[in-house]
């Protein structure tokens, strides 16, 4: 619900504002770099990401360089938001200017992309969801905000809630993985953490959603390709995930670069203005992706760059990120009457009510050096960032090696074991070389007697640890890729080190699901460590010493080999044809019908059995629950999953659905009950004609600790 009095107050201020300054307000700028040339952090990235400048190149470029921030425009009142201005000493010298030698006096607000971390680095998004755990995606979206926010940022672009069921798409790293409900409780915690239940606080960071809609679709996992679907399958499977975390409370909505069915997201009146505001009640900003309103010329869909401004206005964008159509072209759009000046004043309203929403009008100086160097990297955000990455990494495979015995000799084997700054993984925020700590790095402050394994040796030792997967630059935006095979240099190391006849622990740094048939052959232990972040190494070493029972299950399903890509993700939907030993079934000839590992999986040092599974309808839905025991002989924590299965619908259905979790603390021969209510509205669905229906007749319930491991319970459901 609106607060009154902002909104007079943003009914005052509009009526003292010019054109030009309500246009100015639409304008989100990056710096520019000075010297022979004009090259804009956007232009930087354009580089970054086409691939012709590294990140290393442009980090060392951007860092050293002195940047123009258009201090004049700024003055002039053309400029409504930074993006990427990092220091609060910066911050507030150009608050100063827009406060205090603007006309009006508007302040700025400073966006950044604090996906996850800031300078302490948790795990990647897609590695974090792997722990089930909203109360820890809270917490590490809070230690974001604060560190952000003391360097002057004050909306971040995340989180990201794309559904991801393509792993060759790179930017699968950025989300929650294959499941709606997952990715959009991911968002929800995301946002409440980042922003808490008071915006004018010091740390509070404004969430901004993202990409709105559908951009983990792309077609052939390719990042910025069309989207093409049925309106039952957006409705299901895409919309969901935006609307938990817009409902929960985040304050800006980022569209994505994609099309859907035709019509590119940044002029998409159906998703900005019909689903988002009137269906959803949302009355916060949007704001379009980087130059993505200048793109809509390359989509076709627009003539040229007054044309996209026109379009993109109309339909429901609030701000341009760094494209500038809005800046050159709006005020002749108005003056024209192709943009009334009643929708270019909704625009204004909705950047000005997140402004106040923020305080930055009554309180714009949000930080100082001194703030900013005390809130960077302290003892608490590292023991939370290595707590949060041993809740993500997977235990793929044990076969009874792990976990070690202290005095064990190592072997260690591979790059990515000594390179600190690979562990950071896509999108980290301000970090800066040396703040994450490498699996070498992490022996070396243990005192852990270690040996490197080189071209030549291979040492003394009892285990090999390897560390294989990818590279922090191969994954994340811009980093699509057609195989997902390991490198032929990872398998080749990993086939000497299992011809030595010693055990080997393969540790997999990646951000995105991998091919891992080699790594199943030759190693007797496998831990997805993703890309951890700032506590990597102290992190693993606590798994593999046995001091933190693995607890973490996949949120994404891994294939068997790349051209099953999309796998059989768990939620498939059901062929006429299902896959068997009979030819003329849904198959490949030369792969499994199922992933390698599928959604769900995760191993422990514990065991655990399931008993006891009852159902039965409720007033509100299905009320199952289930017995869970630790049959083995350690504390453990285990992901309790709960699905339901329409068998017989008027449209085909999904294998399964996710419809709850817990995870739950059992110590050794403990055994506790766990309850799960399903609330109706998740058996339903779209019929044929856009209808929301919810079936009487046979739902099943599956409870236990995977997609693959369950117990099985019918409820006869009745519509009354």
Known sequence: MKNPEIEKRIKDLLEKMTLEEKVGQLHQAGGSIVGAFELSFEEVLTMVQDGRMTEEEAHKMISAAELDWHEDDLRAGRIGSYLGLVGS?????????????????????????????????????????????????QRTARMSAEEATAAGVHMTFSPMVDVSKDPRW??????????????????????????????????????????????????????????????????????????????????????????????????????????????????????????????????GIAADRRDAARQALNAGMDMDMTSGCFLDHVKELVEAGKVS???????????????????????????????????????????????????????????????????????????????????????????????CKSLRDGLDAEQIRYSMVTEELLPECDVFLCAVGERKAESGEASSRASLELTEADKTLLNRLKESGRPVVAIVFAGRPLCLGPAVECADAILMAWHPGAEAGPAILDLLFGRVNPSAKLTASFPEATGQCPTMYYDHIRTGRPAGKFKYTSKYLDAPVEPLFPFGFGLSYTSYQYSDIFAVQTEKGIHAEITVQNTGDVDGDEIVQCYFRD????????????????????????????????????????????????????????IGGSVRDTLQANVEYHNS
């Not at 006096?105 to 755990?133: K, Y």
């Not at 052939?220 to 299901?236: A, I, K, L």
């Open 89 to 137: 000493e910066k911050m507030n010298r150009l608050q100063r200017i827009a406060v205090e030698e603007s006309r009006l006096g508007i302040p700025l607000i400073n966006g950044f992309d604090v996906i996850h971390g800031f300078r302490t680095i948790a795990p990647i998004p897609l590695a974090e969801s792997c722990a089930w755990e909203p109360e820890l995606w």
């Open 170 to 299: 790179g930017r699968i790293a950025e989300s929650a993985g294959e499941d709606a409900l997952l990715n959009g409780l991911f968002g929800e915690a995301k946002v409440k953490g980042y922003q808490t239940d008071d915006l004018t606080r010091h740390d509070a960071l404004a969430a901004c959603v993202k990409h709105f809609a559908a951009y983990g679709a792309a077609e052939g996992g390719r990042d910025y390709n069309r989207v093409d679907m049925s309106p039952q399958r957006f409705e299901e499977e895409y919309l969901p995930s935006y609307e938990r975390a817009v409902k929960a409370g985040a304050r800006a909505v980022m569209p994505a670069f994609n099309d859907i069915s035709g019509m590119p997201c940044s002029v998409n009146k159906k998703l900005l203005t019909d689903i988002l505001r009137k269906r959803w009640g949302f009355d916060g900003m949007t704001i379009s992706d980087a130059n993505a309103i200048a793109e809509c010329i390359n989509h």
């Open 341 to 435: 000046m009643d929708k270019l004043d909704e625009a204004v309203s909705n950047i000005l009510r997140l402004k106040f929403e923020l305080g930055l009008f009554d309180d714009p100086y949000r930080s100082s050096a001194e703030q900013e160097k005390a809130a960077m990297l302290t003892p608490a955000h590292r023991a939370l960032a290595r707590e949060a990455a041993q809740k993500s990494m997977v235990l793929l495979k044990n076969d009874g090696l792990l976990p070690l015995k202290q005095g064990i000799r190592i072997g260690l084997a591979g790059t990515l074991a000594s390179n600190g700054d690979e562990m950071c993984g896509t999108w980290a925020g301000a970090v800066q070389p040396g703040d």
């Open 647 to 702: 068998p017989v619908a008027q449209r085909v259905r999904p294998i399964r659905k996710l419809a709850a979790f817990e995870k739950v603390t059992l110590q050794p021969g403990e055994s506790k009950r766990i309850a799960f209510d399903i609330p109706k509205e998740a058996l339903g669905y779209y019929d044929q004609d856009m209808n929301f229906v919810i079936d009487d007749g046979l739902i099943e319930i599956h």
